[in-house]
């Protein structure tokens, strides 16, 4: 990985995870400093994160966390609905045998992680948020992955970070949503989707993604402009 990979990864996840909040300005001093690497990676790794939108570069002040809104959370939810059903549907149209495993082996890799967390002490590691998250990642890009457009997975993996800026931050120190299983609700999306029942699965998905923006809205809503 070079400098300038590893500081993109960095920044990357601090934004996500909330540690570099919206709209915090990004001074190169700084970031040298927390990252341990130069400018020259610095700033190539913030132009990345710029055509990512996770990035903004303002005028004589330059680069700042990119703000966060309620409609932007949606536009993206929307937007993820969209390019993932599409996905999904090809997937299960053309998906073959390895491709269920991959389905099969995200899902059983992404509980045994969430099992593990759940038992863990509070406040729960950032390492170990952060594998799960990523295990996360795996699985809902394990459902698309057979979908034989890389422009689809592309902009599914664009559109998984920027929802992630409002999930993750929000509900990693959240109590248990005592109305909704989430591990049931991954468990009947892959069965639908290993089904084959493409109309179904997208219905699912979509449900899914919905049901967190709902969540979210409720709890960042009076922190955010409309």
């Known amino acids: 990985?070079?400098?300038?990979?590893?500081?993109?990864?960095?920044?990357?996840?601090?934004?996500?995870?909330?540690?570099?909040?919206?709209?915090?300005?990004?001074?190169?001093?700084?970031?040298?400093?927390?990252?341990?690497?130069?400018?020259?990676?610095?700033?190539?790794?913030?132009?990345?994160?710029?055509?990512?939108?996770?990035?903004?570069?303002?005028?004589?002040?330059?680069?700042t966390v990119a703000p966060i809104s309620i409609a932007e959370m949606w536009d993206a939810i929307e937007t993820r609905c969209l390019i993932e059903s599409d996905a999904l549907r090809r997937s299960i149209d053309k998906g073959d045998d390895a491709w269920e495993a991959q389905v099969v082996a995200a899902y059983h890799a992404l509980m045994l992680k969430a099992k593990s967390?759940?038992?863990?002490?509070?406040?729960?590691?950032?390492a170990d948020l952060r594998a799960l998250e990523e295990r996360h990642h795996a699985f809902h890009r394990a459902l698309i992955a057979g979908c034989q457009s890389q422009w689809l997975l592309d902009f599914a993996d664009k559109l998984y970070v920027e929802t992630e800026r409002y999930r993750f931050p929000n509900l990693r120190d959240s109590s248990p949503l005592p109305d909704r299983d989430i591990g049931n609700e991954h468990q009947v999306l892959m069965t639908t989707v290993l089904a084959r029942d493409a109309d179904k699965a997208t219905e699912l998905l979509q449900a899914h993604y919905r049901?967190?923006?709902?969540?979210?809205?409720?709890l960042i809503g009076p922190l955010t402009a409309v």
């Open 117 to 126: 967390v759940s038992t863990l002490p509070r406040p729960v590691s950032d």
């Open 211 to 218: 049901s967190t923006g709902r969540i979210l809205a409720d």
């Open 1 to 63: 990985m070079t400098l300038a990979e590893q500081a993109y990864q960095q920044v990357r996840w601090d934004i996500i995870s909330g540690a570099l909040p919206p709209n915090q300005p990004l001074r190169l001093e700084q970031l040298k400093q927390r990252y341990g690497v130069g400018f020259s990676p610095i700033r190539e790794a913030l132009n990345r994160l710029q055509s990512d939108r996770l990035v903004v570069n303002v005028a004589l002040r330059g680069f």
